[in-house]
């Protein structure tokens, strides 16, 4: 028996974890599905992918324009910096936003790819299908970071979805139910206050609690306006502080979240405003007048009852509510 030595076939090494913020240029000669393709791999590995150069600066100014008659009638949001505000239902506000960063191409393809339900299943005795949802719009939010305002302490924003996931070594298609866009407004910088992330704190386990205060991993995501950032719900992140005295930062925020988990029904075009308004009090909750816990289903981040009963409580008045002074009081 002869051998013949062969050679040896290395092991596929494992990326290992990314530790900066990575980043592509929207002005690139490479062409849009280059680029789409080149943000899926550095959201695959990061969690996040900073897109310079997205929107002209007439789009940015025409949005800035649109939206600045509304901002002083914008209140706070508990659950924001003390000295911001956040402005919603941004589809009407804005026909510049609504066309063209939420219908952004770069953006579509990126958050098809990541958020698109797939589901394969028996349909029927002896017949088997797999069906696809494309994602949908979650929220339209602006956040305006005024001057003087403190850290947002880390979070994941699928917690809104109550979404979980165990450690994973490398990224799996499937595991996240949200992606974002935050384009900036105005410039984003370390004074006037950025969003902070842990790059690949996507794949960790939702069970290890969040690095407290100035974590060496952080890393801020300083942005001109026209750049933007865009991330997976999975991802650890937070505003940064404001800490000028006159700087207003502006970051408009677009989300999408799977679309499978919704009422088959479709109660809220199928009973008018005045019809729900006759229904008892349990009945309007039960068909979705009413916030799942801790922030899905909002109207201008308020309880959606207060649209049928002004008079309800609003179980989002206090951010968390009382559970969370609660929690924070047992820290
Ligand atoms: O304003 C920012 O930079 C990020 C805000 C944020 O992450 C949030 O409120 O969920
Ligand atoms: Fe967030």
Not at 24 to 41: F, K
Not at 56 to 76: F, G, M, N, R
Not at 119 to 130: A, K
Not at 236 to 248: F, L, P
Request: negative net charge.
């Amino acid at each position: 028996m002869t051998f013949t030595k062969t050679e040896a076939v290395p092991a596929p090494t494992k990326k290992s974890p990314p530790t900066e913020l990575p980043e592509v240029d929207a002005r690139s000669q490479c062409g849009q599905d280059a680029l789409v393709d080149q943000i899926i791999e550095a959201i695959s590995d990061a969690g996040v992918c900073i897109v310079r150069n997205i929107f002209s600066p007439e789009i940015v100014s025409q949005i800035l324009e649109d939206l600045e008659p509304y901002v002083a009638k914008t209140t706070q949001f508990d659950s924001y910096n003390a000295n911001g505000c956040q402005m919603t239902g941004l589809l009407t506000k804005s026909e510049t936003y609504a066309h063209k960063v939420v219908g952004n191409y770069l953006f579509q393809k990126v958050h098809n790819y990541f958020i698109t339900a797939r589901y394969r299943c028996w349909v029927q005795e002896g017949v088997q299908m797999t069906f696809e949802s494309p994602p949908q719009l979650n929220s339209t939010v602006c956040f305006y970071l005024n001057p003087d305002s403190p850290d947002q302490l880390l979070h994941r924003d699928d917690q809104i979805h109550q979404h979980w996931n165990g450690a994973a070594s490398e990224y799996v298609l499937g595991r996240d139910a949200v992606c974002s866009m935050f384009a900036a407004l105005t410039p984003a910088t370390r004074d006037n206050g950025t969003t902070r992330f842990i790059p690949g704190s996507h794949l960790w386990d939702y069970k290890e609690p969040y690095p407290v205060g100035q974590d060496p991993r952080l890393r801020y995501a300083e942005l001109n306006p026209g750049d933007c950032f865009m991330m997976l719900g999975s991802v650890v992140h937070a505003s940064s502080a404001n800490t000028t005295t006159d700087q207003r930062r502006v970051l408009i925020s677009t989300h999408v979240s799977r679309s499978n988990l919704r009422a088959e029904e479709n109660h809220f075009l199928t009973y008018s405003l005045e019809e729900v308004k006759k229904f008892p009090l349990w009945l309007q909750q039960f068909i979705g007048y009413t916030v799942s816990k801790p922030f899905c289903g909002w109207v201008d981040k308020k309880d959606p009852l207060r649209l049928v009963n002004p008079k309800a409580s609003d179980a989002l008045v206090s951010g968390y509510g009382k559970e969370y002074l609660e929690a924070k009081g047992a820290l």
